[in-house]
C-alpha cells in the first residue's frame, strides 16, 4: 500500500486530486493546513507528497525544507500555479522530485504520481541492499577502532551537510578517495553524480581540456564541442585526487573556477556555471610547495577550508589486526574458502610498516585469500608478502633511484600475482581489473627476473581468447 499526502490549501482540488488517485494500492491523505501536514508527514513519513507552492500561514518551500532536512530521500512533487514555475524549478535543484502546473490533466497526475513512487520504492531497495552488504562485511570499509580516524569521520559528518571545501591529506593509500565519497553520501548531493579527477594520471597538454571540456575548432583535431569533467559534475560533487600535481597555470584557471563556479571551455566565449561541491586530496606537503612557489597560496586556502588528516596504517596500529580480520572473512567468503589467523599471524603483521597503508594490507589479505588452501594463517605465510617491507629498510642503503626502482618492482609483482589469481591465471582479465593492457601486465609480472634468450613479452595485440 503506497501512502500519498496531498497538502493544498484549495480543499476543492485535494479532493479532486483524491478521487483521481482512488485506486488499488494507493492511499491519499489530504491537508488543507500545510502545518499540519507536516506534523502528520513527520509523524508517519508517506511515499509522496503532493505539495502547493503558495499557502497561507506556511509555504510549501518552507514545508519541503523541513522534510527534506529529515527525510532527503522522500520524493516531493510541486504543484504550481504560472507565476511559481521559477521556484519550482529552484526547488527540484535541492531535491524535489518533479513539479505539476496547474490545471493538470488526470493522466499528467498519474505518471508523475507512478514516476516517484517507483523511485522512492528503488531507494528503499538500494539502502535494503546496503544493509545486506554491511552484515556479510561487503562494504566499502570497515569500521575503524582508532580514536583519531574516528575524530576525523566525525569532522567529515560535519562537513557533509554543508557546501564547504574539503582537503583530505594522507600518503597513498589511507583511503583519500573513500573519505570523499563518504562526504558525498552524507552530502543534500548524494544523488547527484561523484566525479573522481586524479590530476597525477592526466597528461599537461590534456588535463585543461579534459578539466574544462573545449568547444568545435578550438584546436585540431576537435571536430566537436565536448564538455569536460568539471560540467558532468553539476549538481554533484568534483573530487581533485593529487591536487598537488595541478601546474601553477591550471592552478590559476581553478582558482577563478572556485571562486565563481563558472568556466568557459577551451576555444569558448559564453561563460558556464556549473553548481557542485569541490573535495580535493593530496600526499604532498602543500605548504612546502607553497614557499617553492609551485603552489598558489589562495587556492590552497580555498580549497582548505576544512582539513582532513588521514593517520598512516603504522601510527593506528590499533586497526591493523581488526581490518586483517575484516578483509580476511571478506575474501574467504568470496573465494569460498574458510580462513582465520593465529594469534601469532596477527602479532607478525603488527611488526610491518605498511608503507602501502589499508591499500597495501587490503591487497596482502586478498593475495592470501586466493592463493592459500585454507585453515589457520601463521606468521610463515607472510613471508611473500612481508617481503617488500622488509626490503623498504634493507634498500636505505642505496641511492634514492636504485631503492625506489626495487622497492617498486617488488610492490608491482606481488600485486600483478594477486589479481591474477584473483582472476583464475586469466592475464586478460586480470589486465582489465588492474586497469592496463595485457602487455604491461606481462611486464610486471616479469618484475623478479630478466628475460631468458628468446624470450620476449608476447604481442598481446595479436592474441585472442584466453
Known sequence: ?????????????????????????????????????????????????????????????????????????????????????????????????????????????????????????????????????????????????SAGVLDQMEKCRRAAITDATVMILGESGTGKELTARFIHDQSRRREGPFVPVDCSAMPGSLIESELFGYERGAFTGAERMKKGVIESADRGTLFLDEIGDLSVELQTRLFRFVEERALRRLGGLSTVRVDCRILCATNQDLQAKIKAGSFREELYYRLSVVTVKLPALRERPEDIPHLARFFLERFSRRYGKSLSGSPEFYEALLKERWPGNVRQLKNAMERLSALHPGGVLGPDDLGEESSPMESACSLSALPWKDAREQYLASFELSYAQAVLARCGGNVSAAAREAGVDRKTFYVLLKRDREPQAGESIPQVELESGE
Do not use: W
Request: net charge negative; charged share 25%.
Open 1 to 145: 500500500m503506497s501512502r500519498v499526502v496531498v497538502i493544498d490549501d484549495e480543499p476543492a482540488l485535494g479532493e479532486n486530486i483524491q478521487r483521481m488517485l482512488r485506486l488499488p494500492g494507493n492511499s491519499v491523505s489530504v491537508f488543507v493546513d500545510p502545518v499540519k501536514g507536516l506534523a502528520d508527514c513527520l509523524a508517519n513519513p508517506p511515499d509522496l507528497i503532493l505539495l502547493d507552492m503558495r499557502m497561507p500561514g506556511m509555504s510549501g518551500e518552507e514545508v519541503f525544507a523541513r522534510l527534506h532536512e529529515v527525510n532527503p530521500n522522500l520524493p516531493v512533487v510541486f504543484l504550481t500555479a504560472f507565476g511559481s514555475v521559477e521556484s519550482a524549478v529552484v526547488a527540484m535543484r535541492n531535491g524535489a522530485f518533479d513539479y505539476l502546473q496547474k490545471p493538470f490533466k488526470r493522466e499528467d497526475l498519474l505518471l508523475v504520481v507512478k514516476r516517484a513512487l517507483s523511485h522512492a520504492r528503488l531507494e528503499q531497495e538500494v539502502q535494503t541492499l546496503k544493509g545486506r552488504l554491511e552484515a556479510l562485511g561487503e562494504a566499502d570499509a570497515a569500521q575503524s577502532r
